[in-house]
């Protein structure tokens, strides 16, 4: 006999709470129910129901078992629908965090498509540079740029980010270009001051090895676009991720410095509490960010829109 359908059948008695009730569901006899649950014990051994004329009960195992049955099956029919033609929907409530620079620019733009393409689910988009606790917060996912702190989370890397040292050429013209990120001291650094990001410092490779220096300066915020805007109004050195400095760098509005001590990229990043038991929403919405994030195009076509 399928295990199954004595694992759904089971499933069903459990909850309509009759063999006759699951029987009528299924639309099949009430004895067919019967001999696929006896068939279940038998095989593991183990009294799940104990059955009388009036009601059928669940033992202390059969109320472990049930919890286990349902999660399998709704997993079961999450993975058939991943793989059916015209399946792929989602259905329930979304709700996502990201960086607020980085949210603006690459995230929300995003969620109408996929909101388009599953018409049963509804998304609720935060917006933060602080780093938010989604297990205790209540989210389902969240986008992070950078190195991420260790954590009992689960990550999964979406794409590169690269980060450059950029001022704007006045401001290089009147401090001076560093040749050497030991000379960033001497600069006027803007820093971002959450501890969103950046909390080692700015990275570089020296002779082979990666080093974190932590510039000091007049200013700093917790807003990345703030210290964006800052640093095109020639207030100093700013450490920026390629996506949101490269159409500045391209209309000559921002020029890159100590390009011969980049650090190597880090990343893009979806974060969940759990890898286990994530609903299909998240997974096609991580899904959904791989596939564009992975596309070179997609990083062209944004850089466009911001020229």
């Not at 499933?11 to 649950?37: C, D, H, N």
Request: some cysteine.
């Amino acid at each position: 006999m399928d295990r199954l359908k004595q694992i759904e059948s089971f499933a069903l008695v459990a909850t309509k709470g009759s063999l006759t009730a699951a029987a009528q569901t299924e639309g099949v006899a009430p004895a067919v129910m019967g001999r696929r649950i006896d068939a279940l014990e038998e095989r593991l051994g183990v009294k799940l129901l104990v059955r009388t004329t009036r009601r059928i009960t669940l033992t202390h195992e059969g109320s472990a078992f049930l919890e286990d049955c349902q999660r399998l099956l709704v997993e079961f029919a999450d993975a058939e629908a991943s793989v059916s033609a015209g399946g792929l929907k989602a259905s329930g409530h979304l709700r996502i965090t990201a960086p607020a620079g980085f949210g603006r620019r690459h995230v929300a733009p995003l969620v109408p498509e996929f909101l388009a393409s599953h018409q049963e689910l509804s998304i609720s988009l935060n917006l933060s540079d602080r780093v938010v606790d989604i297990a205790g917060e209540g989210f389902d996912c969240a986008v992070r740029v950078g190195d991420l702190v260790d954590s009992s989370l689960v990550s999964m890397r979406l794409a590169d980010n690269r980060r450059l040292c950029v001022a704007t050429p006045g401001y290089l013209k009147r401090a001076g270009v560093p040749q050497h990120p030991s000379e960033l001291a001497r600069q006027q650094c803007l820093g971002l001051s959450s501890d969103a990001s950046q909390t080692r410092g700015w990275a570089f490779m020296v002779d082979g090895e990666l080093l974190h220096w932590r510039p000091s300066g007049r200013l700093d915020c917790s807003d990345g676009q703030v210290l964006h805007d800052w640093c095109l109004a020639g207030l100093g050195l700013a450490w920026r991720s390629i996506w949101e400095v490269e159409a500045d760098i391209k209309a000559g509005r921002l020029q890159a410095v100590l390009e011969d001590f980049a650090a190597p990229p880090n990343g893009i990043f979806a974060v969940v509490p759990q890898r286990k038991h994530l609903p299909l929403r998240v997974r096609l919405w991580i899904d959904f960010l791989k596939l564009n994030y992975g596309d070179p195009g997609y990083w062209a076509r944004a850089a466009g829109r911001e020229r």
